[in-house]
Nanobody, 122 residues
Framework: QVQLVESGGGLVQPGGSLRLSCAAS????????MGWYRQAPGNQRELVAT???????NYAESVKGRFTISRVNAKNTVYLQMNSLKPEDTAIYYC????????????????WGQGTQVTVSS
């Protein structure tokens, strides 16, 4: 079993910054793509940013230039640095990881964290 544990959410004023962390643990061999998604009340879950094992990144247009995703492969950890936060960034943020548990099959399995609340309000 693989667990993803997020941390770093909270309440911040508009224009402020937060850093989210997500650490994977358990019976895993390696992790391919890791990412962050978010879901605001009444909305569907949407992609925020992803990063490949080699460091290639992809961002939603709404966060480009404000958010930075990074990872430390040796720690099975992904980060999301969020700057210039806006009220519309308010959501539950979920970590996602494409995990390889068996090196002989290389099959990927999707795992999700429990989510961390980010609230941007004055």
């Amino acid at each position: 079993q693989v667990q993803l544990v997020e941390s770093g959410g909270g309440l911040v004023q508009p224009g402020g910054s937060l850093r989210l962390s997500c650490a994977a643990s358990g019976s895993l061999f390696s992790i391919n793509t890791m990412g962050w998604y978010r879901q605001a009340p009444g909305n569907q879950r949407e992609l925020v940013a992803t990063i490949s094992r080699g460091g290639w990144t992809n961002y939603a247009e709404s966060v480009k230039g404000r958010f930075t995703i990074s990872r430390v492969n040796a720690k099975n950890t992904v980060y999301l640095q969020m700057n210039s936060l806006k009220p519309e960034d308010t959501a539950i943020y979920y970590c996602n990881a494409a995990v390889v548990v068996d090196p002989f099959t290389s099959n990927e399995y999707d795992y999700w964290g429990q989510g961390t609340q980010v609230t941007v309000s004055s």
